[in-house]
């Protein structure tokens, strides 16, 4: 087990780049748990519960885990449109749960496909997301895919009955402990799959907790494995192997959102980083981040994660 004075040592290292370093300025939280027992816990500045971006889809993904154990999720080789009928006559029929969780369903995801201009519509989000022509066979290319995920939201409230939000609060987050979880959805009532989900650097730490202990006792436990394996080669953001709505590789689990948000895990340790880039969805999207900012994450892989690996 890592040294707790060289654990604080990195992480008061880290805060001292923080508040001088304005690459890293927007940083607001670092919290460091080691065998499931918090070691270190700084909050720099912005709101306590705030959006974490794409670690929403990490999230997401742990809801579908749950619902396999429940038995009420198709098998993942199953089209989506066996429950979302309304996308027969889309380029997305015949995509299926697993293409969608590991982001290799094959379509556009820019111009009218982006998820900014997705989300800039009053209603009609997922008819838009499925929309996408295809670029590549199903199941044949990883391409990071924030629709994606809204799609396996939408698919999830149906074999759920309720909202991925609402399913999550009372299955996921309150057997974790977690009371400050804010999901919001689109005009349609569906829950954001792909990012806004709202949780404190204190829940993300549980969920990490969780990750740490192959989702049990809430995921299936094949379902589990399979999320946490490599199941593409992955690519950027994060230039790691990609499974189940989460990366993998370089002997670390990466739940990771745009501005800084990350939970690193650990065979014995859960690292969370956030973000404070003060967005506005708009639209137009804006945020205040510098053009140079850099992630956390990096001031972490140097400083923080050699001491913990001892």
Not at 19 to 24: E, S
Not at 303 to 309: E, K, R, T
Request: aromatic share 8%; proline share 10%; hydrophobic share 45%.
């Amino acid at each position: 087990m890592p040294d707790a004075a060289a654990v604080h040592a990195a992480c008061r290292h880290i805060g001292e780049v923080v508040g001088t370093d304005p690459r890293y300025a927007h940083t607001s939280h670092l919290r460091v748990l080691v065998a499931g027992e918090p070691v270190f816990d700084e909050h720099y500045r912005g709101p306590m519960v705030a959006d974490v971006f794409s670690v929403t889809k990490s999230v997401v993904a742990t809801v579908a885990g749950i619902a396999v154990r429940r038995g009420l999720l198709p098998g993942l080789d199953e089209p989506l449109h066996a429950v979302l009928p309304a996308l027969r006559d889309t380029p997305a029929y015949g995509q299926t749960w697993r293409h969608l969780l590991t982001m290799t369903r094959g379509a556009a995801v820019d111009g009218p496909w982006d998820i900014d201009a997705v989300t800039a519509l009053p209603g009609g989000q997922v008819a838009r997301v499925a929309s996408a022509p295809r670029t590549d066979p199903p199941g044949k290319v990883f391409r990071y895919d924030n629709g994606a995920a809204h799609l396996l939201s939408a698919g999830l409230a149906q074999v759920l009955g309720c909202p991925v939000g609402e399913f999550a609060a009372a299955e996921l987050f309150a057997p974790l402990g977690i009371a400050d979880a804010v999901w919001p959805t689109d005009p349609d009532g569906v829950s954001y799959g792909f990012a806004h989900l709202r949780l404190s650097a204190e829940a993300l730490g549980r969920l990490g907790e969780l990750w740490r202990l192959g989702g049990q006792p809430l995921v299936d436990p094949a379902f589990a494995a399979a999320m946490t394996t490599a199941q593409s080669p992955g690519g950027p953001p994060e230039e790691l192997p990609y499974g189940f709505g989460i990366w993998t590789g370089d002997g670390l689990l990466l739940a990771g959102g745009w501005a800084g948000q990350h939970v690193v895990v650990l065979p014995h340790a859960v690292v969370v980083t956030t973000g404070d880039p003060r967005f506005d969805a708009g639209p137009p999207a804006r945020d205040e981040l510098p053009p140079d900012w850099r992630p956390a994450l990096e001031l972490v892989r140097r400083h923080l994660l050699p001491v913990i690996a001892r």
